[in-house]
């Protein structure tokens, strides 16, 4: 009976320890830090080229948002995090006078327009609204959307300058609308 007990605490001593050695390596350093996953800013690329198929007459293309700062929103119709992301944006527009675009982009099928369309009155949406090409759908094109909602921040020459996949708040919105403004003082002309 002694040497069933010596094995079992043997056992026992041995899964404690790679126990904490997991523990160790899953709490130590992953990555460097910087932005979390799924947050890029401040990129130096070049203009995003993009014209998606609009609800109405106000064209969602990188022409007609160029000179101003502009928020675009990837959503969908069916889920929750959109519709929350939709809400923040409806009142930021509300708040800001035309200070900064707005667009949804609805990665819903061309054929659900109706419910794009309804999606939109509901929600009380006052900017353009379009749904998004086969390619933005699939998560190729300049954007690179893969989850949803995705919120980019593009500068005044369409370039982006900030993309997060998941809810944004109004506030770092807001933030990162600063922090552009900020950039754009700080460039030399």
Known sequence: MASSAKRVLSSLRAGSALALVLVLVA??????????????????????????????ARPVSSQA???????????????????????????????????????????DDRKNRELVEEYAR????????????AETTMGKGGFGVMAVPTVVILDEESRVFFRKAGIVKSEEIRAQLAALEKRKTLRPR
């Open 27 to 56: 709490c130590g350093p992953s990555r460097p830090a910087g932005d979390p996953v799924g947050v890029s800013r401040g990129a130096e690329e070049g203009p995003v080229t993009f014209e998606y198929d609009s609800l109405d």
């Open 122 to 133: 509901m929600l009380k949406v006052t900017f353009p609204v379009a749904t998004a090409d």
């Open 65 to 107: 948002l160029r000179g101003k700062p502009s928020v675009v929103a990837f959503i969908t119709t069916w889920d929750i995090s959109s519709q929350a992301e939709t809400d923040f944006l409806v009142a930021m527009a509300k708040n800001d006078h035309g200070a900064v675009n707005y667009a949804l982009v609805a990665l």
